[in-house]
């Protein structure tokens, strides 16, 4: 140990040799260092932020659901047949936290036109208290809990079927006991998607309202819809099906996870970059010591010391420079914390759609624990192997001689 | 302890037909307490014996030994061991680390060598003081004169107390009056001390001081010259 101690103060003071190099060296890695992990989470809390007002506003975090309601394979497809009641569920507090919903695909038709939608059955008021999907509605209202019968429709569909709030709508569809269901809905408001297809294909109603038309049992409904966000893992239910958002709408999946990766892949790119231009920098400085490095041998270090001392060397500076990217990170990360990032700046000041649905475009920025390690040890194994260059042609120079 | 070469030889070859004698038949014997001037133009091979005494190349043929101990069959990294065990260097350029002071420079080896820190305090101290720089420890090598620096280097060389110090062209970077200092710091560390000295130079103004002087031409020892001094 007392051999290492001279060691690292040895290739401590080797960093003030040419103080404005390593002050460049150590800015730039750690500005790199800095932005990773502020890229990091920001893309992280973006996703994140995207993902919770997506999923408050209509989709859910995950469905309880009988288990053979969604087919297992495509979970597009599901059977309105397959219903279930609270008795079925275990765990009560899982009752709390989410909402009832039935579900039927129906035509609706219009003065001129009938077109097939999905009508939802909601309960109105924990719907309010759980999702954000009443601040859709844009002309018109939200459904209120003690009427009957009112519908919302999409936007667009409304227009396709020449609907307007206030107008009667005639809905058939089939009942869970095989029979035809119709009845008549007063259209009360109309859904603003931001023009996505969410706004033809959707329709709702209220619960006990889709309970009636499709002769369901008042115990029985087809989904329990969890929205909380927050929630690390899904719940266990060994009589239950138990699927979650990016099952159900798988295409949304692969693109917030494709932004995860691409996220990581460009992270990776910076410090490949910032690496190069090191393993450059670090090249040039050991052989402008290589005289130096023949004396210090000619003395007696052995090839072995010096190598370990170089390496001490990069260690000290990336470790300077990975402890400031690390400030840096953090600092960026709690201003942007405080001043949300509007992601319309990306985009032109286009509405972002996901999903079918306008994305809220504010993004506040939460520091993810785990970049402040990865991120180092990401930077630390990119500077190893930024060392092997300039090393080994250390350790291979020319034979030594006076 | 005495160091010996004993035939040897040193061949650089180019091509098949270019080979050149850096080396040729040396015969030296060194002992304990020599003051040997290596005395020939450039190029006439006088480096190259410093660095076969040193092990920092080995000869063509012709045996290499210290003590008994064949230094030729020694791997690089026992040979630099061996360099550290009993040999110090002063060189033409100093070669002083830039980033560590005057005392730093001399605690190197010693730190090297694996000393206790009272005992490298002591020694430093003492070599310092040995070449008369004992209050200018904490400067930096920028901050001293080329014969203030060399006085550095030799202090980092004598420091340890080695069995043998090889000296390449010790005065040729310095001005006439400095050179003489240092060739008297030479003579006394080894009248005083008993320091074995071996260097090379091709300083007409030096070699009437040396005691053994040995001339070189085309890698060969072409005359062996005893002074009284």
Redesign the interface.
Known sequence: M??FG?LLKFSY??L??VPKRTLIMILSLSFGCGFIVWDLNFANSGSKEIMKSFLTQYAGLYHITHPDYYDAKNKKHFNPFKTMSDEDIADKSLITKSTKRAVAPVFVSGEKKTLGVLLTGLEVLKEKQLSTLYKAVTVGRFLEPQNQREIILGKKFAERIEAKVGDEVAIVGQALDGSVANDLYTVVGLLDFGGGDLEESLAFTQFNSAQELLSMPSERYHQRVSFDVEAEELPVLKNLGVSKWDELIPEIGVSVRFIDDITWFACIIIVLVVSMGLSNTLMITFFERE??FN???????????ITISLMIEVFIMGTVAILLGLIFGLLATTYFHYHAINLELFTGGKPIIMGGMTIVPLVKIYAQARYFWQVPLMIYAFLSLTMIYPLVRVIRRS???? | MQFELNHVNKIYVSSEENKVFGAKDVNINIHEGDFLALVGPSGSGK?TI??LI?G??IPTSGHLKHGGKDITSMS??ER??H???YM??V?QDY?L????TAWENVE??L????FSKKEIHERVDWALAQVGLEKMGNRFPKQLSGGQQQRVSIA?AIAGRPQLI?A?EPTANLDSKTAQEIIELFLRLNREFKLTFVFSTHDQRLIDQVRTVLYIKDGQISEARKNNV
Do not use: M, S, V
């Open positions: 007392k051999g001279y003071r080797n003030f040799r005289q130096e004396c210090l041998n000619i003395i007696g270090a052995k090839t072995k010391w034979q030594n001689a006076i | 480096t410093l660095n040193a920092l190349i690089l990294e630099t061991q360099r550290l065990d110090g260097f060189f070669q680390l830039p980033i560590l190197f080896p730190q090297l060598k694996g980092r090889l390449d």
